[in-house]
Structure formats: structure tokens, C-alpha cells
């Protein structure tokens, strides 16, 4: 038994069957015989979306993601969707051929020399390398449990060129394959933790729930909807914990959102951290005062990152949420009234404003009517898959468009990064085998554009919308120094992306109006062919940044 069989035997032993790569040397028949044994192939055009779309299987599956690379330039391309599936808490592990170790630690200058293990390290959870043949069960285990356990994120695995041709007696390098037990054990949170934060819960009178993609990721769906229906609080999710509990949820107070930030008291938060995007948890957001924080999470040191946490409940969502529901019982005692109706008004308000925007029909389209048409559309296929970039086509699609099911919806996350859509569109496609719907701004398409022949040549259900209004953020930006060329931000305009997608053989659209949006999109969902609709958006629409205009220094604003 070679290396490269001992590879796959110890992937297909743990249940990994589909591997996410581009070939090359040293790794070109990794990916021929992964195919011979039955292990499923996708084959991208570039390792960055091979590497998204491993990091996305991971987040979907609660199995690592395979992203496999060749050798430096290979392995750079892959590094960036590592370092983003760890920054997001994703499982996955890219694994990189590289040189020969000799001449790559002499700097003796060999092809595609470079220190692979040493520049991954700092980016991911762990950095394994494995020289010999008989060590790859042990490398594939740990691995796979450095990727699962505690909080998951991304592993880089380093397989030399000169490992794949070691071979072993068969029978002895089956034997030294590992099947791993129970890569993520429950961790059950402390008695008196719970307790603490029972007693802290019990005491709010303007308590708030927020569930973030920790929880959708923990897979404790029935749990987690359990606890916030016992206790009756307003909860809000975040981006990709939208449809962990439908929501049209009436418990739901997303549409509330900046007044229950500001006004509760006491804050319960499961498996979200308090980063930027809920503004570390202090300042103008929080309404200037302190609050007090309870919160859920399987890494120890996230508690009090950002602010003082009261009442830190450590463990996995699954057992915290149960521990919390069995000292919730049958008799919590609902939110005050006044709080829960205070946050009534305000939603119904919102929603009412937003359905007068939603109705509006403007020419050209803006990002609400072209949004009010995909918002029908989820409704009407909770099933299928939103993946979402961009900056105002991420920001309004995340307030517009509802989400009933979990694990649905996957965007930029928490670095914001543009590129992730058709990386993370293959794999929901791959992964779920239902239909996929990629709402993309026309910069964040264009960073991962090329993918469209990957969606075509695996015939993948992937409906793409490129929201095109010119730009980035908008198309209306001028040239300051009044020369020939356009501004920094501005595109080609009238651009026809719905071409790229017919020069591989599938679905081009170009959709004017909500009509057409619609007719388009419902036809790619049912026939289940790739398509690629050519969303004409007016190009004066958006604001800079989106909603993280405040981010933005303001030295280069006009
Ligand atoms: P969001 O962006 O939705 O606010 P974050 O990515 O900031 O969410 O936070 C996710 C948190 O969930 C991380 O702190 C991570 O440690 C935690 N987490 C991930 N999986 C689990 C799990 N199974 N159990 C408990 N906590 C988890
Ligand atoms: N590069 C990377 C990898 N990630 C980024 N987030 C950016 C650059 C900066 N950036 C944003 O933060 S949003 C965005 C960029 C380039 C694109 C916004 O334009 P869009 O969306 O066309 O995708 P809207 O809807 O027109 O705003």
C-alpha cells in the first residue's frame, strides 16, 4: 500500500468522501485515484474557492472539509479559505503536497519551493506535517480532531512529495489507519455555572437572546428553539443563525433590532462572540449602558474578550442548552409584560415601514424590489440555500430576506470577506443536493467569477444573481483627479455576466424588472440548472460600505 492509497483509506475510514482541490504536482493522482476509490472529486479552477468550499462542507456537515492543494503558489490560494474557516469557526483541513524537505529547509531553491507548515501555523488551529508512510492514519487523526474539537477551525496537513510513493505491506498499513472515536465530545457545562446563569436570567427585566452561527453549527436545533419558547424572551439571530428558529418566529425581534440592543438588561448569548459585528458588546449600540452578559461557548477564553461576562456557561451548545432547559422547568416565569410589549410595538412598526419600502416598484430596480422577489422565493422554497456577499446586496438581503430552515444561509461572515460565494455555493449544492441561491454584489462575484464553469461542468443546482449596479457599492463614482479613468470603484457599466455563465453551457438571464427576476429565478430552481441571472440595479443605490460606513476612515471621503 502506497502513500497516496493510505491517504485515502484513512479519509474514507473517517467518513470523508469528497474531496475539494485542483490537481497538480505533487498531489495530480491523489485526486485520480480518490475518484477510483469512490471518493467524490471537485475540481475547481482555483484553490481559494476549493478551499471556501471545503470550509463551507465543514460548517454544514460537522465534518472537516478536504480542500487539497499542490505546493506553495497552491497552498498560498488555499490559506486564505483556512484562515477564514478558522476566523469563523469552521472545521476544515487543507491538505498541500509539498517539496522535497532537504532542499526546501537549505533554500536550495527547488519547484515550488517554500516553508509551508511554518507559514500555515499561525493562520489555523493546528499545522501537522507526516514524513513517513506509516504516520498518515496518525496525521489524518489528528487532524480531523484538532479540526472538530473544542472550537473548530481550520488545520493544514503537509504531505511531502516523497511520502506518496512509501509503500507499506497492505495488511500493515491498514493497521495503522485510525478511525477516531468521538472526534467532539460533549463537554457539559458546570453545575453552578448553569445555576448562576438561571439566577442571573431569572432576574432581568429586559432580557434578550442572540444565537449566532456557533449554534446553528452545534446542530442543537430542537434544544436551542426549545429554550428561547420555555423562557418567552425576544432573541435575535445573527447573520447565519437566521432560520434556526424560522424567522417569522413570533419570539423574533430581529425587526427590532438596534432598540432591544440598547434597552435590555440582561443578555444571553449562544455561540456568538461579541466581535465587531455586535460592536464588542459596548458603546452607542448597547445604548451607552452596561449590560450584563451571560454566555454560551465552547472556547473558555472568548468569555470576557470584550466585556465583563457574568455568568459564563462553558461546554457544547447541545449539553449547555440542555443543562439551562432542565432548571427552566415548566414554571419560568414569562418576560415582564411591559418589556415584551415594547418590543411588539417596535417590530410591527419596522415591519410595516419595511413592507411600504418592499412594495415600491422602481426603474431601474433598486436592492428592495429586486430583494422583495428573492424573499418570495425563499418563502416558497425554505429548502434550498442562500449564499450571500457583497455590501449593500449583503446587508439588505440579510434584513429582507426571511429564513425558515437552519444552516441555510452562508455569507461573508466575520471577516467579511468577498470571494466566499461560489466556493460556499458548490458545496451546499454538493452537500444538501437541493437547489442553491447565490445573491452576489457584482465586486464580491468577481472575485470568485471564474467558478462558473465548475457550477457547469458538475451541472450543479446553483442559481447566481449578480446583483450589477456598476460598482463597487455603487456605479456613480467620479475620477477626483478628473483624468480619463474611471473611478477606483467603478466597473464597466451595463456589463452582461449573465454571458459567462452561457459560454460554459448553462442558463444566461438578463432581468430588468421584478417580473423578470422572478421568472428567472423560480425556472433555474425547477429545472435545476446552473444559471446566471443579470440583476440590472440601479446604479445609484447603496451607500458606501453598506451599514459599516462608520468603519470607513473618513480622510478619503468627498
Ligand atoms: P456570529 O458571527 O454568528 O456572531 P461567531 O462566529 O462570532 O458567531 O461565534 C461563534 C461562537 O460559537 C464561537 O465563539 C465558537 O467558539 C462557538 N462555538 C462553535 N461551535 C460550538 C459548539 N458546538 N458549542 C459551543 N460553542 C460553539
Ligand atoms: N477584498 C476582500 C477579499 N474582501 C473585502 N471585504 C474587500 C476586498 C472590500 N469590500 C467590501 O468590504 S464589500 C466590497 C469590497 C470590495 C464589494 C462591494 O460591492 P458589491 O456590492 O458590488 O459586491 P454592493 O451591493 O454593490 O455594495
Not at 448597547?286 to 461546554?315: C, H, L, Y
Not at 428592495?368 to 422577489?373: E, K, P, T
Amino acid at each position: 500500500m502506497d502513500g497516496f492509497h493510505l491517504v485515502l483509506e484513512a479519509l474514507k475510514l473517517n467518513g470523508l468522501d469528497t474531496i475539494y482541490g485542483l490537481p497538480g504536482i505533487p498531489i495530480t493522482d491523489l485526486t485520480r485515484l480518490a475518484q477510483r476509490a469512490g471518493l467524490r472529486v471537485i475540481s475547481f479552477r482555483h484553490e481559494q474557492h476549493a478551499g471556501n468550499a471545503a470550509a463551507a462542507a465543514g460548517f454544514l456537515t460537522k465534518k472537516p472539509g478536504i480542500c487539497l492543494t499542490v505546493s506553495a503558489p497552491g497552498f498560498l490560494n488555499g490559506l486564505t479559505a483556512l484562515a477564514n474557516a478558522t476566523t469563523n469557526c469552521f472545521p476544515m483541513i487543507l491538505i498541500s503536497g509539498s517539496s522535497e524537505r532537504e532542499i526546501v529547509d537549505l533554500q536550495q531553491g527547488d519547484y515550488e519551493e517554500m516553508d509551508q507548515l511554518a507559514i500555515a501555523k499561525p493562520l489555523c488551529k493546528a499545522a501537522f506535517r507526516v514524513l513517513h508512510a506509516q504516520d498518515i492514519g496518525v496525521g489524518v487523526a489528528r487532524a480531523i480532531r484538532a479540526a472538530l474539537s473544542g472550537r473548530p477551525g481550520g488545520v493544514y496537513l503537509d504531505l511531502p512529495a516523497k511520502l506518496f510513493p512509501q509503500t507499506l505491506d497492505a495488511h500493515v498499513g491498514r493497521q495503522s489507519l485510525v478511525q477516531v472515536v468521538d472526534p467532539a465530545p460533549a463537554q457539559w457545562p458546570a453545575p453552578e455555572s448553569v445555576h448562576r446563569a438561571l439566577g442571573l436570567l431569572r432576574s432581568a427585566r429586559r432580557p434578550l437572546i442572540i444565537l449566532g452561527k456557533g449554534a446553528a453549527y452545534a446542530q442543537a436545533d430542537d434544544a436551542v428553539r426549545a429554550l428561547v419558547e420555555a423562557t418567552g424572551i425576544p432573541y435575535i439571530p445573527m447573520s447565519m443563525a437566521k432560520g434556526l428558529l424560522p424567522d417569522t418566529h413570533a419570539q423574533s425581534a430581529a425587526a427590532a433590532r438596534s432598540y432591544v440592543l440598547q434597552e435590555a438588561d440582561v443578555v444571553m448569548l449562544i455561540g456568538a462572540r461579541l466581535n465587531w459585528l455586535l460592536s464588542h458588546g459596548k458603546g452607542k449600540t448597547w445604548g451607552g449602558a452596561a449590560k450584563r452578559f451571560i454566555q454560551i461557548d465552547i472556547a473558555p477564553t472568548e468569555m470576557d474578550s470584550n466585556v465583563a461576562i457574568a455568568a459564563p456557561v462553558v461546554g457544547d451548545i447541545g449539553s449547555c442548552v440542555a443543562a439551562l432547559l432542565e432548571g427552566v422547568g415548566a414554571d419560568w416565569p414569562r418576560p415582564p409584560a411591559e418589556w415584551l410589549g415594547a418590543v411588539q410595538e417596535r417590530k410591527e412598526r419596522n415591519l410595516a415601514k419595511m413592507a411600504a419600502t418592499l412594495a415600491v416598484n422602481p426603474f431601474p430596480m433598486n436592492f428592495h424590489s429586486a430583494l422583495n422577489v428573492v424573499r418570495n422565493v425563499v418563502r416558497d422554497r425554505p429548502d434550498i440555500t442562500l449564499v450571500n456577499e457583497g455590501a449593500n446586496t449583503l446587508d439588505f438581503t440579510r434584513s429582507i430576506v426571511d429564513m425558515y430552515q437552519p444552516r441555510k444561509r452562508l455569507d461573508v461572515g466575520t471577516w467579511g470577506i468577498m470571494g466566499i460565494g461560489m466556493g460556499f455555493a458548490v458545496a451546499a449544492a454538493v452537500t444538501t443536493g437541493k437547489p442553491v441561491l447565490a445573491i452576489e454584489g457584482d465586486s464580491a462575484f468577481g472575485f470568485c467569477g471564474m467558478e462558473v464553469e465548475t457550477l457547469c461542468r458538475y451541472n450543479l443546482p446553483v442559481c447566481v444573481v449578480v446583483f450589477n449596479n456598476n460598482g463597487v457599492y455603487k456605479g456613480t463614482d467620479k475620477n477626483l483627479g478628473g483624468g480619463a479613468d474611471v473611478a477606483p470603484t467603478v466597473f464597466v457599466k451595463g456589463a452582461r455576466y449573465d454571458k459567462m455563465m452561457e459560454a460554459f453551457g448553462g442558463a444566461g438571464v438578463n432581468a430588468a424588472t421584478p417580473g423578470e427576476l422572478d421568472k428567472a429565478i423560480r425556472e433555474a430552481i425547477a429545472c435545476g440548472r446552473p444559471t446566471l441571472i443579470n440583476a440590472v440595479i440601479d446604479e445609484t443605490a447603496g451607500t458606501e460600505s453598506g451599514r459599516i460606513t462608520n468603519l470607513n476612515p473618513a480622510a478619503a471621503k468627498k
